[in-house]
């Protein structure tokens, strides 16, 4: 079931939501429309094994807590937001053959709770 337990709204306390890439399309998905990051450059350099999103992810971000679902996220990734986000942050890597299961709402839910 898409979007079990988030609303694009977020819960209270939460910030909005944003799409992190540029796929359009999204109604054979049943996603909703959101805002979405802006890549400045897509699959570019990227900082000690990071993937191409991290540092275009912090600069957008800036300081501000954020949560990020991705099936590319590694532990270069972590250590990297780790060092360089003083913010809250919460990396959730997702099977892409699975996408996001009951777990991992709540999961996001409890950390969006605890900020």
Do not use: C, S
């Not at 799409?19 to 109604?27: P, Q, S, V």
């Amino acid at each position: 079931m898409p979007h079990q337990g988030m609303r694009p709204g977020g819960r209270p306390g939460t910030g909005p939501l944003r799409w992190l890439d540029r796929r359009h399309g999204r109604e054979p998905l049943a996603l909703p429309e959101l805002p979405f990051v802006d890549w400045p450059r897509m699959h570019g350099a990227a900082p000690r094994g990071t993937f191409w999103k991290t540092q275009y992810l912090l600069d957008y971000a800036r300081g501000r807590p954020f949560a990020w679902v991705d099936d590319d996220i590694t532990p270069y990734d972590h250590e990297y937001v780790d060092r360089n986000h003083l913010a809250a942050a919460l990396l959730l890597h997702v099977d892409p053959r699975l996408g996001l299961l009951r777990p991992d709402f709540d999961r996001l839910a409890d950390w969006a709770a605890a900020l």
